[in-house]
């Protein structure tokens, strides 16, 4: 949907009525991921390709009858099907196409969000018994429209800003107010925004679990060390990337931003402490660092030493993790997780069973 933001910015200041048609399913080899858009005017003019041509005719009357006032609607297309072979689906793939009324109000605030590549998730209800088509944008801090009940506003909210913080898009399922053990509802997520990145510095067994549990997580993972015979392909197939460079070199050549977590596993002062130098005078969300309390110690002057100030040192994890009693590598990298997803959060870390109030905050303006 990216890439008609100017069409639609366009459209939005003639002030004239659109449909959009939205791919929110796609299953085989089918021509567009979920997320592809286009939108129909009152006026004849479409914006944009849900197929690569395919099913855009179809689509287009369609839209033309959303446009008429039959409301959203909701049409699949697959090679199976009589419709789909006349309008030349032949690719062997599965489309469901959503097609509703824009939510004017609602889109504007998304293109200037998209303009300024602010993170925002735009959430449609695609099934159910809530209005169909109805939109919620949700960004870091603020909402915008509605699904149709509070309950359910809150639920998609709190999933979506996850999504977005993990750069995923897909569906989610609900009950008409928002209940977690009820499918009637479904909700189709979409999030603009690249995944978050994870930087895992040294090629060791925890950087191997901690890569892992990062592309679970939803980070994009690259793992780098600078000796050859470690940082292979091969040691680290769940990351997205191996890099084989001086710690400190590499992070000072690559994009690091408000979303990037940096977890230093190298525990060697001659990686370390230059990479961390560097570390913490970057905009990264968290940077943890493993090692014992002596070695934290003993790091802490070092880099006193190099010249960093007490406010850049306070924004270095170290040891890395919680206190979770961990043992093995693969527990290691839970305490990790568990860190991150906490500081990203603003969680206290304590059980949960010893809290009190809402688990998840929610925050509309």
């Given amino acids: 949907m990216r890439d008609i933001a100017d069409g639609l910015r366009g459209l939005l200041e003639t002030g004239a009525l659109f449909a959009v048609a939205t791919v929110v399913g796609a299953r085989g080899s089918s021509p567009r991921p979920p997320g592809a858009a286009m939108a129909v005017s009152s006026d004849g003019e479409a914006i944009g390709s849900i197929s690569g041509g395919c099913v855009e005719g179809a689509v287009y009357g369609t839209a033309e009858r959303v ?16 419709e789909a072979f006349a309008v030349g689906l032949t690719c062997g793939g599965e489309l469901d196409v959503l097609v509703a009324p824009a939510d004017h109000e609602v889109l504007a605030a998304w293109v200037e969000q998209v303009a300024v590549d602010e993170p925002v998730a735009l959430a449609t209800v695609v099934s159910g018994p809530a209005p169909i088509g109805a939109v919620l944008l949700v960004g870091g801090s603020s909402v915008r429209g509605s699904l149709g009940a509070e309950g359910l ?54 950087a191997a679990a901690v890569s892992r549990v990062g592309v679970f997580l939803g980070y994009r993972v690259t793992v780098c060390d600078a000796r050859p015979v470690f940082a292979t392909a091969r040691r680290f197939p769940e990351a997205h990337e191996v890099v084989c460079e001086w710690p400190h070199d590499y992070l000072a050549r690559t994009d690091v931003d408000a979303r990037t977590v940096i977890c230093v596993l190298t525990h060697d002062p001659k990686f370390d ?30 880099l006193r030493e190099a010249g960093l100030s007490e406010q850049e040192l306070a924004r270095m994890h170290s040891p890395i993790g919680l206190d979770l009693g961990a043992r093995t590598a693969e527990e290691t990298a839970v305490s990790i997780a568990a860190e991150i997803v906490q500081h990203r959060w603003g969680g206290s870390g304590r059980p949960l069973a010893q809290t009190q109030g809402a688990i998840h905050e929610d925050v509309r303006v």
Avoid: C, K
């Fill in 67 to 82: 446009l008429a006032g039959e409301g959203a609607l909701l049409e699949s297309y697959g090679y199976s099907d009589d």
């Fill in 153 to 206: 506003d809150v639920a998609v909210t709190d999933d979506a800003r996850g999504m977005l913080a993990a750069g995923q898009t897909g569906h989610r399922h609900y009950g008409p107010q928002g209940q977690r053990r009820i499918d009637d509802v479904t909700v189709f997520v979409q999030s603009f925004t690249p995944p978050p990145r994870m930087l895992v510095f040294g090629a060791t067994d925890f």
């Fill in 273 to 302: 402490v230059p990479l961390l130098e560097v570390a913490l005078r970057r905009p990264a969300a968290y940077i943890g660092a493993m090692g014992s309390r002596r070695t934290h110690d003993d790091r802490l002057r070092r």
